[in-house]
T-cell receptor, first 114, second 110 residues
Framework: DVKVTQSSRYLVKRTGEKVFLECVQD?????MFWYRQDPGLGLRLIYF???????EKGDIPEGYSVSREKKERFSLILESASTNQTSMYLC?????????????FGDGTRLSIL | TQLLEQSPQFLSIQEGENLTVYCNSS?????LQWYRQEPGEGPVLLVT???GGEVKKLKRLTFQFGDARKDSSLHITAAQPGDTGLYLC??????????WGAGTKLIIKP
């Protein structure tokens, strides 16, 4: 079974802090994704990566950056956390291909910015 | 921007009833995926529909892709409490990215 592990289930940080969310997958997947999930808005893509050191902006990249130095690890960075970044953050991975590949998700990190 | 409208947003019904969740768009998708998410967990893929008009069954769940590949439905027969969860549809728009519906929160009362 594919396992996607997010480093923290719950995280509380203060406004202005630099926040790191880590994600590791164990199935050698090429693609990795970071989403945020808010009630009534579904999943919104922040960034994705299709290879090591490669990244592309999703729909809401402002205030975030990412790092993919190794194939199995994809990090999301909040450069200067703000209260409107309080949310559930989900990491996912998938194989490369024609787009039908399922995305495999971690259990999420519930981040609160005070 | 492609949008995927999912309805209803919330549904609470008694065990044994039937229900249908809809996913609609003005855009054509190459395929569409349905996921279920339980509290405290990430979404898990239920099914992918690829061909216009395709119908797939997963026990009491029936998934249909519209003929024009712009819409999809999920029908649950004789719902059970174990069906409770958040159901999400996602349209495939490129090799990497999905467009997500807002989700249907389903509660099945015993």
């Amino acid at each position: 079974d594919v396992k996607v592990t997010q480093s923290s289930r719950y995280l509380v940080k203060r406004t202005g802090e630099k926040v790191f969310l880590e994600c590791v997958q164990d199935m050698d997947h090429e693609n990795m994704f970071w989403y945020r999930q808010d009630p009534g808005l579904g999943l919104r893509l922040i960034y994705f990566s299709y290879d090591v050191k490669m990244k592309e902006k999703g729909d809401i990249p402002e205030g975030y950056s990412v790092s993919r130095e190794k194939k199995e690890r994809f990090s999301l960075i909040l450069e200067s956390a703000s209260t409107n970044q309080t949310s559930m953050y989900l990491c996912a991975s998938s194989t490369a291909g024609q787009g039908n590949q399922p995305q495999h998700f971690g259990d999420g990190t519930r981040l609160s910015i005070l | 921007t492609q949008l995927l409208e999912q309805s209803p947003q919330f549904l609470s019904i008694q065990e044994g009833e039937n229900l249908t969740v809809y996913c609609n768009s003005s855009s054509v998708f190459s395929s569409l995926q349905w996921y279920r998410q339980e509290p405290g967990e990430g979404p898990v893929l239920l099914v992918t529909v690829v061909t216009g008009g395709e119908v797939k069954k997963l026990k009491r769940l029936t998934f249909q892709f519209g003929d024009a590949r712009k819409d999809s439905s999920l029908h649950i027969t004789a719902a059970q409490p174990g069906d409770t969860g958040l159901y999400l549809c996602a349209g495939v728009r490129s090799n990497y990215q999905l467009i997500w519906g807002a989700g249907t929160k389903l509660i099945i009362k015993p």
